[in-house]
């Protein structure tokens, strides 16, 4: 184990979305003993370094499922984007129907609340007041909002309308991602770890949802955690499955993996 990649929300975050001390001890500790760390997840790559520890360094971060790919000192690497004529088909009013949406862009997130609910990103987004006219070159991903039945009407007629001109997943039951073709954590990672010189089967990944589903097939040493989707569990039925996001699962399997890393030293 050379290097290892970890999930954020349902992952390495407990359930107030914060990095436990365990946590950030056991990764500590991986830093210490020469081991790289990165960050892949849904968010916003802004959204990630505010909720890093100051007392950890940076780490390289792979966000919006792997449209964007930052290095450890903030860097840009990679960045796949929407292209207009793609973004002005996901952003029509039949498709949103009742389900909010968020538009990740390079410096921002915007969003569009169809019910004027301002319920997942208050406080945190400018608001797309015209939609037929919202124009925009830098967006990485378009996240639609709703319960999964509203979801799944929506991902049925993106998957009928637009095919394989976008790649679609599920962060949370509630959250539906769009994002470009091609793109997804796995292929992130893979053009992550050919940059630092690492290879897939040296990695250790930590998932829980399907947004995850590729770049754990990828890694070498991949892990689910207990609390993860059931379909993930089922996608991967090789991937140990480790503790509870809530209960640091992620750290303890850490110090399992290290303690084993000595014992072959």
């Not at 520890?53 to 390289?60: A, S």
């Not at 790649?167 to 940059?195: D, N, Q, R």
């Not at 690492?198 to 589903?213: I, S, T």
């Not at 996001?245 to 399997?253: E, S």
Request: hydrophobic share 40%.
């Amino acid at each position: 184990m050379r290097f290892i990649v970890s999930d954020l929300d349902g992952t390495l975050l407990d359930k107030n979305a914060q990095l436990a001390g365990e946590t950030r001890e056991a990764l500590r500790e991986a830093l210490r003993r020469g081991m790289g760390i990165a960050i892949a997840t849904g968010r916003h790559e802004r959204q990630v370094r505010k909720l890093w520890p100051e007392d950890l360094p940076p780490v390289p971060v792979i966000s919006a499922n792997g449209a964007r790919i930052h290095l450890a000192d903030g860097s840009l690497l990679h960045q796949s984007r929407l292209a207009q004529p793609l973004l002005a088909k996901l952003l029509r009013p039949e498709l949103i129907r009742e389900t909010e949406l968020g538009v990740y862009r390079d410096d921002c997130i915007m969003a569009y609340h169809s019910k004027r609910e301002f319920s997942h990103y208050t406080g945190e987004v400018t608001e797309i007041e015209d939609l037929a006219g919202f124009q925009a070159d830098d967006v990485s991903k378009v996240i639609f909002c709703g319960t999964p039945e509203q979801l799944k009407e929506v991902e049925a007629d993106i998957a009928r309308e637009l095919c394989d001109e976008v790649s679609m997943t599920y962060s949370h039951i509630c959250y539906l991602e769009v994002m470009a073709p091609g793109v997804h954590k796995g292929s992130a990672l893979a053009l992550l770890l050919a940059h630092l010189g690492v290879e897939a089967r040296e990695c250790a990944a930590f998932g829980d949802n399907l947004n995850d589903a590729e770049m754990l097939a990828l890694a070498g040493l991949p892990h689910v955690m207990a609390n993860a989707h059931p379909e993930l569990k089922r996608r991967l039925p090789d991937a140990p499955v480790i503790g509870d996001h809530d209960q640091a699962g992620v750290a303890r399997q850490l110090a399992r993996l290290l303690q084993r890393e000595n014992s072959l030293a």
